[in-house]
């Protein structure tokens, strides 16, 4: 079961659940980011959240 | 979906060279902008922006720009040609910001002096804006012998590029209300 499945996002502003749209790989620039590294991608990979009713943005390290 | 909500695309003016034509140009397009039905827009003057020059990236974030870009479905960037290329204070505000981008709609405006209209400098910036995750539309609007194109009140004398600009909206707007749309109702794999 996925993360997004498991534990979903939800806005804060209006509470809904947000929609999970993208994995983005982020070059990690600090020392809690080198730790999270993903060593076959190469990067920290970061779920990227939109909610459907205010259209605000969230994201959370993917797992 | 909300599909009451407006569609806020800001115009990025991409540098802060004293005397710069590119004003004129970006006040043009954020104009027509503001025309469209549904479409909200800013304009952002880079040269405004309280970023250091001691760090980089994440680590210069200001907290208003973060928030229009975060509130933006698109971003209109006006960039003149420096050298082949576009300005590292543009390069700067842009690196400032990552998650804020990600599937959202990016059209470029060229301008320079000569006859090119900005198309190297848009050419450096295209795979720098796939990289931030945005998503970049085919229409450009090029700028050319711009010293020509405005007068000195910075109003436009050739109003041949209002087509032009036409265009390149109708299809930021598309892919504006595309993405928007997927980013709100369309699941990652």
Not at chain 2, 104 to 122: E, H, Q
Request: charged residues 25%.
């Amino acid at each position: 079961m996925t993360q997004q499945k498991r534990n979903p996002m939800i806005c804060p502003t209006c509470r809904m659940v947000m929609n999970y749209h993208a994995d983005k790989l982020i070059a990690p620039t600090t020392r809690e980011e080198f730790a999270r590294m993903h060593r076959v991608l190469g990067g920290v990979v970061e779920e990227m959240h939109t909610c459907p009713g205010c259209g605000g943005g969230a994201s959370r390290p993917s797992e | 979906m909300d599909g009451n909500r407006p569609l806020y695309i800001p115009v990025i003016l991409g540098t802060v060279r004293k005397g710069r034509m590119s004003e004129h140009a970006a006040k043009l397009v954020a104009a027509e902008v503001a025309k469209r039905p549904g479409v909200e827009t800013d304009l952002i003057d880079i040269s405004r922006l309280p970023l250091p020059i001691d760090d980089a990236g994440e680590g210069v974030k200001d907290a208003g720009y973060s928030k229009k870009m975060n509130r933006a479905d698109a971003l209109v960037i006006v960039s003149p040609e420096y050298n082949h290329g576009y300005s590292g204070l543009l390069k700067h505000v842009l690196d400032s910001c990552l998650k804020e981008y990600i599937h959202k709609a990016a059209g470029v405006v060229g301008v320079s002096a000569g006859p090119f209209g900005g198309s190297r400098g848009i050419q450096d910036l295209l795979p720098v804006l796939r990289e931030l995750g945005l998503v970049t539309i085919f229409w450009d609007v090029n700028f050319s012998s711009v010293q020509n194109v405005f007068g000195e009140d910075g109003l436009l004398k050739d109003t041949s590029y209002i087509r032009r600009i036409d265009k390149f909206l109708k299809e930021l707007i598309w892919m504006a209300k595309t993405l928007r749309y997927g980013r709100e109702q369309v699941a990652a794999e």
